[in-house]
């Protein structure tokens, strides 16, 4: 008879520790002879073999192989390995050798370091890389970092050479000072690149640099300004050189309100700052609270900063206000040689101003004439007019004016002067006759008509026969050379004309003035005062949202709302501001940050001065490209600064175990005993404190119902949950996984607070049990289609300790008893029939572990070569009390079923989920004859009437519990009834497991 092979060994695990790789198993069996060891190490581009298989004894069931890392990269001129595997036998007398079972362990590339870089804040030639290495992971194995720097000029670090080169740990820092002389003027970069190294090669380079240069200044800096009550609403873009050579970190455009110097330029420092942006920005906005008054000029400049060193623009005019008023103090006027002297005072301090003398008669008032020119410093002077003989009334203003001047020529002698005027008063003032007056009640109507206004105005001058109305989308276009747009009406119309094809979303000045006459003889009034309408309207208050509610000290957020325009025009700019909340209400403080068109914005904390332990509301306000403002700020949004949460664990119960194997030792975090035990801090009284244990690695152990289960990293082992920091226990009845004694395992502890923060803490422990199983001892023996078990309590039994109790049969071994006791007779009602029937007692320590000290499974089958067998040559239906014997003409037919759901997508592929639960279904046919079995078709009939589980016992080795559908056909002949049967059996569980106490079992069957 050929020999039988032993059982293989099972649970393999390797375990690293530097360069040595502990390698552990347990026995398939308890080998009678000996086992064999063989190992390879598999070097990149090679094909290994493993090492001669060495002889070890029976009962070992670890060994360590050490290796050096100096015999592999980065080591000059060794190979690069990819994995470490182990390979492992057994066999008893009068067996053969078991299969090979083998185990591997990949070699990883290192982590990739981080890499950092810091400025030191007061030596600014000076900075500091730091590097760290993750060696947490036991399969990327590390052995050194490599870091290498050079100092460029510009930011094209060159290549691959010009480095140099040194080695260090896992973490580290370096601090390079640069010469004060070299990065004096241009651009330099140091340059710092860090790998970490290990026998499976290196990771890829981790760069950094800190670049030495000072901004290029920002350029075309323009400002745009409208004047807006209670202040001005100002715009500042501006071009900015930026490369990596030359980089910038923030922009800052600054505003100054002043009088001016000569030439309106202004050198002086800020008044305010307009706003701040990372990068180089390219625009910025904000309402400046005040107007300028008179004499005042508004400027505007944009400061390049990066690190420490700013570099600013030029100072540029933004916005002019009036100059101050002058003053006519004498005119005195030849009416023979028409020529005036006109004695003014000039009362401005703008150092350049000076005063322009104008002329104009009462027949052609809107005909003004500049005749002389009073220079700065000057008070009087001599000025030809025209011939005014003819004229009714006339008059000369004076206004003062900023710019430049020119004398004109002309045939008639009289005096003439062009003007640029930069800066002005805001009207001139007259002294002399009268003009017509201007159209009184001009005013502007909008008409249901999207673009329409109605105008209208009183006819004043009753000598008028006909009126010029005029529009613009600015207020000084008839100052201006964007002229308005006229239109002209007789006076036989009424008051009012209506304006069509204006643009929405602009504000339109319309004025009216009266006309005498035509053509070139027409003789006009002033132009009334401006009817302003505003055909744009304010965009709908945004709502704010943050990318979080809690950020610590050294953090960011981001700030997002949504644009919703009411007039067609788009977002020109928005600001964020903070917000105080105050017993009256909410008051608006300053604003800490402005974008354009874009709809989001980041905020730093460092930036902003904010600190652990404030709450700062947030508002934001959008401004459409019409000019409006949204009517409120946004309602306030908290972002709290707080101390980054922290998970603790605290303490366990785990304790440092030592394992040995071989001739090598390691220590571990140990499980030895449950409950399990843990406290983990952070979460605080009011927070949730979550622990979770998970396995660390795949683990594969055979089990007592023979499930083909393996144990995969990352399945969860227990969860538990509660509020606070109390003491978390978890006994063997909360596991909802397995506690594997050699297994590696993995506590997750997590820690959330009521701000929303969460942070999770890890430790990884192994179990080994302090008090392991033993192999158990019993019987059992079958009397009247019963089985009755009776298990030993062993040498090594303690108190707390059980047994479970399986049934076999030719399906997979089922759980009949939990947690029995030693010493004690169980009854298994439905024993398996045939050679495939037995039972299998598992001991069980108090903390559930089934493996022994030796790493053998501690359970014993007891088979029909031990008397444990129902030897039958037809099948049992058990129900109700009631057993039928089903023994003519049977034909089994049996069918599984497993739940697999396959999906298939539209790119071709094809998944498969799997349920682990199988069905199973049965059919069994038979007869019964009337003349023997009158007894068994009632039988039958009372089965097919029963509505509760049923048990079968097969022929060919099944006993499940199920449910049994009845079909009966029958046949009758002169002298019999014959039945024939269809059976339709569904595997069911049942409701609790079937085995009995021998004490409960008489109880039952005293009771039927």
């Known amino acids: 008879m050929a020999k039988k092979a032993s059982k293989k060994p099972k649970g393999l695990a390797i375990a690293r520790n530097a360069m040595k790789f502990a390698c552990s198993w347990k026995k398939g069996e308890s080998y009678s002879n000996k086992q064999q060891f063989s190992y390879v190490v598999d070097r990149v581009g090679k094909s290994d073999k493993w090492s001669s298989a060495v002889d070890i004894g029976k009962a070992v069931t670890s060994r360590t192989v050490s290796l050096s890392l100096s015999n592999y990269y980065p080591y000059s001129g060794k190979p690069k390995i990819s994995s470490f595997k182990f390979r492992v036998r057994g066999v008893s007398d009068k067996e053969k050798w078991s299969d090979w079972v083998s185990q591997e362990f990949a070699i990883d590339t290192p982590a990739k370091p981080s890499l950092t870089v810091a400025p030191n804040e007061t030596n600014y030639n000076q900075c500091t890389f730091t590097w760290s290495t993750d060696t947490s992971n036991t399969h990327k194995v590390f052995t050194d970092v490599e870091f290498q720097t050079k100092l460029v000029t510009n930011y094209d670090y060159g290549g691959d050479s010009g480095w140099s080169t040194d080695t260090g740990g896992a973490s580290g820092s370096r601090t390079y000072t640069e010469t004060a002389s070299t990065i004096a003027s241009g651009s330099h970069t140091r340059w710092f690149r860090v790998r970490s190294r290990g026998p499976r090669g290196t990771s890829d380079w981790r760069y950094a640099c800190r670049v030495y240069s000072a901004p290029y200044a920002a350029t075309n800096v323009k400002a745009e300004v409208s004047r807006q009550s209670g202040g001005l609403q100002t715009k500042v873009t501006w071009s900015q050189t930026k490369n990596s050579s030359y980089p910038v970190d923030t922009t800052t455009a600054e505003y100054a309100i002043k009088v001016p110097g000569a030439g309106l330029s202004y050198n002086g420092t800020a008044d305010g700052t307009i706003g701040t942006l990372a990068g180089a920005g390219g625009a910025a906005s904000t309402f400046i609270g005040q107007n300028l008054e008179k004499d005042e000029c508004l400027f505007v400049r944009v400061g ?4 420490y060193q700013t570099t600013y ?78 004229e009714d009334t006339y008059e000369f203003g004076v206004y003062a004016c900023v710019g430049s001047y020119a004398a004109i020529a002309r045939a008639d002698s009289v005096d003439s002067w062009s003007v640029t005027a930069q800066m002005q008063s805001e009207a001139p003032v007259w002294q002399g006759g009268q003009v017509p007056h201007a159209p009184a009640n001009v005013t502007a109507t909008a008409t249901a008509i999207s673009g329409t206004v109605k105008v209208t105005w009183d006819w004043t001058w009753r000598d008028a026969q006909s009126a010029v109305l005029s529009w613009a989308d600015h207020e000084d276009a008839w100052e201006s050379t964007d002229e308005p747009e006229t239109y002209m009406i007789s006076n036989t119309h009424a008051g009012e004309w209506n304006v069509s094809g204006l643009e929405t979303g602009k504000r339109w000045y319309f004025r009216v003035r009266l006309m005498k006459g035509s053509g070139e003889n027409g003789v006009y009034g002033s132009w009334s005062a401006p009817a302003v309408i505003d055909l744009s309207s304010a965009p709908a208050v945004p709502v704010l949202t943050l990318s979080q509610g809690v950020i610590p000290k050294g953090g960011s957020v981001s700030a997002f709302w949504a644009y919703v325009s009411t007039d067609g025009t788009g977002q020109a700019y928005a600001e964020i501001c903070e917000a105080t909340l105050t017993g009256e209400g909410i008051r608006y403080d300053s604003v800490i940050a402005s974008t354009e068109t874009a709809q989001h914005v980041t905020l730093y904390a460092d930036r902003l001065g904010w600190n652990t332990g404030e709450t700062h509301y947030l508002c934001v306000r959008v401004v459409s490209g019409s000019g409006h403002v949204s009517d409120e700020w946004s309602d306030p949004v908290p972002v709290i600064i707080a101390d980054a949460l922290e998970a603790v664990i605290e303490s366990t119960c785990l304790t440092e175990k030592v394992i040995t194997a071989g001739d090598e030792t390691r220590t571990v975090l140990s499980l030895t005993a449950m409950p399990f035990t843990a406290r983990i801090t952070g979460a605080g009284t009011g927070g949730t404190t979550i622990l979770v244990i998970e396995r660390a690695e795949d683990y594969h152990m055979d089990r007592p119902d023979d499930t083909d289960f393996n144990g995969f990293a990352g399945e969860t082992v227990a969860l538990f949950s509660q509020i606070g920091e109390d003491q978390i226990t978890i006994s063997r009845e909360d596991l909802i996984g397995i506690l594997d004694d050699g297994a590696s395992y993995r506590l997750v502890a997590t820690v959330k607070d009521s701000l929303g923060q969460s942070d999770t803490a890890t430790l990884d422990f192994e179990v080994h049990w302090q008090h392991q199983a033993v192999k158990p001892e019993g019987t059992a023996v079958i009397n009247d289609r019963v089985a009755f078990i009776t298990p030993a309590a062993p040498e090594g039994y303690e108190q707390g300790d059980t047994c479970d109790i399986y049934r076999l049969s030719a399906d997979r071994p089922e759980l009949i008893v939990s947690g029995g006791a030693f010493g004690t007779t169980y009854v298994d009602p439905y024993p398996a029939i045939g050679e495939f029937g037995g039972h299998r007692i598992v001991y069980r320590t108090a903390d559930g572990d089934y493996i022994t000290e030796n790493n053998e499974i501690a359970w014993l089958d007891i088979t029909a070569e031990d008397g444990d067998a129902l030897l039958l040559n037809y099948s049992l239906i058990d129900f109700d009390g009631e057993q039928i014997e089903f023994r003519y003409d049977v034909t089994h037919s049996n069918n599984w079923e497993k739940d697999f759901r396959e999906t298939r997508y539209l790119g071709g592929s094809v998944t498969g989920d799997w349920n682990r639960a199988v069905g199973r279904t049965a059919s069994l046919k038979g007869a019964a004859v009337t003349v023997k079995d009158q007894d068994t078709m009632r039988k039958f009939r009372r089965l097919a009437a029963y509505p509760g589980i049923c048990h079968i016992r097969t022929v060919d080795g099944s006993s499940f519990a199920c449910d049994i559908q009845v079909s009966e056909d029958r046949s009758y002949d002169k002298d019999t009834v014959r039945a024939e049967y269809s059976l339709s059996v569904t595997r069911v569980d049942p409701e609790e497991p079937e085995g009995l106490t021998f004490a409960e079992w008489i109880s039952e069957e005293g009771s039927e």
Do not use: M
């Open 304 to 307: 390049s900063t990066h690190l």
């Open 313 to 390: 623009s030029q100072w540029v005019l933004a916005a002019t206000g009036y100059l101050k008023d002058p003053e006519i103090t004498d005119v005195q006027a030849d009416d023979t040689t028409f020529r005036a002297i006109v004695t003014a005072s000039n009362k401005s301090d703008v150092p350049d101003s000076f005063l322009v003398v104008l002329f104009r008669t009462g027949s052609e008032p809107d005909k003004t004439a500049v005749v002389g020119i009073i220079q700065s410093g000057d008070t009087q002077t001599t000025v030809q007019c025209p011939d005014w003989s003819d």
